[in-house]
């Protein structure tokens, strides 16, 4: 089992997806295990896009994510990272797959909806940056046989 930190943009909240793109990932058969919407801080932004602090869309980017609140989720299931990446589909939403969220809901290059983590170590720090100890919740999903076929070892 994999968690990945996803982050309805400020875009997704003002257009009212917030809940649209969540179920599509509830459906998928992935498990909310944190949840907090926020106004995220100067300062988190700017780490959190740190990676790309030296490319030209980087403030705007800052500007962007710290202008209205948005809703930061952890989501649990198997090979998350990349099936969430996989759902979200391409960064630019002009080039986004049909079917993909990004392909389905933004056409524009940098308001594309979510942020989602791309490898392990990303998960993980994101994670970090986002939740306290403790805000990300252990718990046991009761349609997990149905979900996963438990009935197998081919799970
Ligand atoms: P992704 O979110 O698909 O992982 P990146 O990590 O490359 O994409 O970029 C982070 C975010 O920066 C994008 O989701 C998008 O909001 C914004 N962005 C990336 N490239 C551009 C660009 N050329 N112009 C405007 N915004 C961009």
Redesign the pocket.
Known sequence: METSLIII?PDGVQRRLAGRILTRFEEKGLAIVGAKMMRIPLELAETH?E??RE???YP??VQ??TSQPVLVVALRGKSAITVI?KM?G???GSQADPGTIRGDFAIS????L???S?SPEAAERELGLFFADGEVQDYEMHDTPWVYDTSSDLR
Request: charged share 20%; hydrophobic share 40%.
């Open positions: 943009k896009y990676a790309h490319r030209p869309f705007g980017l962007y994510m990446r979200l391409a960064t630019f290059d940098g308001y594309n979510v942020h989602a791309d």
